[in-house]
């Protein structure tokens, strides 16, 4: 549980880089050992969300009243997580004593099985040919490329599929044969749908040819990412906020491996900063769209999915995030990528 364990005083963005290594999305905040307050993922998005400093303290954003449980009564722990829509609580004694907490899908019960499913369409856009990750894609198409012995297509698939979705739609182009062709030999609970581009058409352009076939609220995703976060939570704030677009970004943590020297307006040295850290949102390649959006993408046009955010900025459409860590989101989009993801999977080679 000390993995778990956080002091009031540590940054945001250290806890993030925590909640990123335990992978359980809570951290709890503790005072000579007495439990006093608990951060989640969603405390940190939120606070993402109003362009907060991830360098303030987790004090700022925790939350100081969290629901716990006296450990006595451990037993009634599941009916207060169904109660209250949560999925961990801590457990303290009667001093307030921290003394360990439970998380609903360890509980191995039925209720967790039955969480609610999304079932909505999933397009991958899987027709690019790939040439950052040469010699491997002169081979097999870029969605086969394997991620230990199963294809980053196939794990896409597989992540939405735990999720409930069923119904995918794969933009095909370049080496579109291989790619039918794995996926006509394997068991599969879901269906497929191939949209076959004539020319390239880029990472919207070939969204135009799901005219009269998609009209609910739908997923896109690149087909070299995984992304690790609750699906059905991204598609609710989607929902919730009304937007037309959301992109799921992720926070991207830039060090500068020098002191930065501060000049004042006299040009005099005003101060040193070692090693300074800049933050960003980066768009993951992870999207939620309106079904009208597919009559807004030009046809048979060469056309990236920024252009239509970026075209709908401009009418004062709504467009949203919805921000994840640093250690949610993997690319294998180049060769460096490629290892990375391998090495984050615990995949040897």
Request: hydrophobic letters at 35%; glycine letters at 6%.
């Amino acid at each position: 549980m000390t993995d778990l364990m956080v002091n009031k005083n540590v940054t945001i963005l250290e806890a993030m880089r925590k909640l990123d290594i335990s992978a359980k999305k809570i951290l709890l905040v503790v005072e000579d050992d007495r439990l006093s307050g608990v951060l989640t993922d969603g405390d940190i998005r939120r606070w993402i969300l109003k362009n907060g400093d991830l360098n303030e303290k987790v004090e700022k954003v925790m939350n100081k009243t969290p629901i716990t449980l006296n450990i006595k009564h451990k037993n009634k722990a599941l009916n207060l997580m169904l109660k209250n829509n949560i999925e961990a609580i801590p457990l303290v004694d009667d001093n307030g004593v921290l003394k360990s907490i439970v998380f609903w899908n360890e509980l191995n019960n039925e209720e967790f099985k039955k969480r609610e499913k999304i079932d909505v369409p999933v397009v991958i856009m899987a027709g690019g040919k790939g040439t950052r990750l040469h010699p491997y894609t002169k081979i097999l198409p870029k969605p086969l490329i394997p991620i230990g012995d199963t294809p980053i297509l196939e794990r896409i698939i597989n992540k939405f599929n735990q999720f409930g979705c069923t119904k995918f739609y794969l933009t095909v182009n370049y080496k579109k044969n291989m790619i039918k062709s794995y996926f006509g030999e394997i068991e599969k609970n879901y269906e497929l749908t191939y949209i076959e581009e004539e020319k390239p058409l880029g990472t919207g352009g070939s969204l135009y040819l799901l005219k009269d076939k998609i009209n609910t609220t739908f997923f896109v995703s690149n087909c070299d990412i995984l992304v690790e976060a609750d699906y059905s939570d991204i598609l609710k704030k989607h929902e919730e906020n009304k937007n037309k677009i959301t992109m799921v970004t992720s926070l991207k943590v830039f060090e500068v491996p020098y002191g930065v020297i501060q000049l004042d307006d006299s040009g005099k040295v005003q101060k040193v900063v070692e090693k300074p850290k800049h933050t960003y949102l980066v768009n993951t390649g992870f999207y939620v769209l309106e079904p009208e959006t597919i009559y807004d993408v030009p046809e048979n046009e060469f056309f990236d999915l920024p252009s239509l955010y970026e075209y709908y900025l401009k009418k004062g459409e709504k467009v949203g995030v919805y921000p994840i860590s640093e250690g949610s989101w993997m690319d294998m989009g180049q060769m460096d990528n490629l290892q990375d993801m391998l090495r984050r999977l615990n995949i040897e080679e």
